[in-house]
């Protein structure tokens, strides 16, 4: 396990490397620790919105009894479901969730493309900021993922996607695939709310777009199908984190950018971190937090890599496959 630690670890050092041996990182004096100020709340409307967006809710598609789960989506692909448990039970509750008969055209309302324009102003906000970050941090091009908005299930070149698996990135087409009424349920059911928690959720996916970039998914997830079950967490543990901490690199560069976002915006973020720790979810689903189980990593792991990347703005601090602890 530790010398699978160093192998990512040198994947990660020679990705932040620039041609001629150097890492390419602004000096610390630059990057001062963030203060949390901002200019107003977080104002995303009427802001550009990605091209890369594909809309699927149109299509709709009924929640199917027996569909692939996230549990099973993480043999197949490194998910960023921020649960570490079957979200079916949350899902469920029809307050929540409605689900529209299979192939039938579905009436998108105003609640629906008002968070298909939040979601792509937000996706438009993080290939800026990592447009920015590779040109100045790695010396080379970013190249953006594309966002796939489904109502109830979809496919993926990685599996079947249903709203028990929640948001993911699949590597094998590089697309982020999320149902937006996960953000219902991020706020009624597990207390993260405001806007800034959603976006949060955007930006973890795609700092696993970021890692995939890096190269760090597929040496990874090459390296956990020879594993035990507990040291694939541990090596899981590892990447959730690192996409925490890339989120909080892009909150901190979003907010000195666009100057939308202020210090609550972030409080925001940072308690959604907390919200969906492996530790806390265990405990509200009535278990004993059992540490060898977890997947992506403690409340208090969460938050802190997020405030990490919020704080530093580097790449080089994101490296968690090189922290003594995690």
Sequence with gaps: MADLCREIQGVFQTSIASASGAVVLLDAASKPPFDGTGAGTMEWKGRRQSGNIEDRRRSGGAVRAGGIGGVGLIAVVVIAYFFGVDL???LNDQSLTQGAPAGNTVELTAEDQASGEFVAVTLADTEEVWTAVFRDQLNRAYRPATLVLYKDNTQSACGGASGATGPFYCPNDQK????????????????????????????????????????????????RAGMSEADSNQVSVAIELQADCLSGIWAREASQQFGTI???DLEEAINAARQIGDDTLQRSAGRVPMPHTFTHGTSEQRS????????SGKLADCDTFAAGEL
């Design 304 to 311: 802190r890599w997020f405030v990490t990347g919020l704080n």
């Design 88 to 90: 079916t039970p949350l």
């Design 176 to 223: 982020v695939y999320l149902d937006t009424a996960f953000f219902v349920t991020l706020e009624r059911r597990l207390g993260a709310q405001g806007d800034f928690a959603s976006a949060y959720v955007v930006a973890h996916e795609i700092g696993h777009h970021v890692q995939d970039e890096l190269g760090i998914l597929s040496k990874a997830n090459e390296a």
């Design 262 to 264: 202020e210090k609550g």
